[in-house]
């Protein structure tokens, strides 16, 4: 079960790397886009950190530009294609030399079959914009994982498009393998109000019992009522 932040922000990434719980990231043009830097840059400033697996999308003349990265950046890459017959071709190729594919923007099961068949280390449900378009994006999840588990399929289910925390459980619980999410939401996967009212409670209780079980009793002073730390 593993977690990958989907964002190309390399100070945020990298702040919550440093918990040790972040397995990996992947990218997509539009988080490029929205983070104003080379992808290059943020791929060597993340590959330097020690990220281990980085989805970097390939859009133009894809095998040579898919070659080049994997060329460079060598374990850690992971190179991310669309499930188009060129993506797929691609796909095949790359991960028949050893290289992880991504195949992303997977909307069904067929899709999700066509990419295992060109040997997918990953494929992409979308969830949110499956639901954005009144269709159950955990359902789409939940039937590729079966078709996946009957036919013994070893291509992984990163689920995507990922919107708010319940959707990460749900769709761990119906068979993604890693989820990549937004950091608003990892953030928010720490957080509950029980935890926060429980918190509040027992800082208050363990302030009380610090200041009657460490601090001089009333009869630990003086008869003139001085401490006895000031003799
Ligand atoms: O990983 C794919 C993801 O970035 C798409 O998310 O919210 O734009 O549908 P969203």
Redesign the pocket.
């Known amino acids: 079960m593993k977690i990958f932040l989907?964002t190309a922000d390399v100070p945020t990434i990298l702040k919550h790397f440093e918990t040790g719980l972040i397995d990996g990231i992947?990218t997509?043009p539009?988080?490029i886009k929205k983070s104003g830097r080379d992808p290059l840059d943020v791929y060597r400033e993340l590959m330097i950190a020690g990220v281990p697996d980085i989805s970097m999308e390939v859009v133009e003349d894809m095998e040579f530009e898919a070659r080049r990265l994997a060329a460079e950046f060598g374990e850690v890459c992971t190179i991310k294609v669309p499930c188009t017959p060129e993506g797929l071709k691609v796909c095949k190729q790359l991960s028949d030399d050893g290289v992880r594919v991504n195949v992303?923007l997977i909307f069904n099961a067929a899709q999700a079959i066509l990419s295992a068949k060109a040997g997918a280390t990953y494929v992409?449900p979308?969830i949110?914009?499956l639901d954005?378009n009144s269709v159950a994006g955990l359902e789409v999840v939940r039937s590729i994982s079966e078709v996946y588990r009957v036919q013994n399929v070893k291509t992984q289910i990163l689920a995507?498009?990922?919107?708010d925390v319940y959707k990460v459980s749900r769709a761990y619980w119906n068979g993604a393998h890693i989820v990549?999410m937004?950091p608003k939401i990892f953030e928010g996967m720490y957080k509950h109000i029980l935890t926060d009212k429980g918190l509040e409670i027992f800082d208050k209780d363990y302030q009380d019992s610090k200041k009657s079980v460490f601090n001089p009793p009333p009869f630990a002073t003086t008869k003139h009522g001085k401490d006895l730390d000031s003799f």
């Open positions: 989907d992947t997509n539009s988080l992303t992409s979308f949110g914009r954005d995507a498009s990922i919107r990549t937004p």
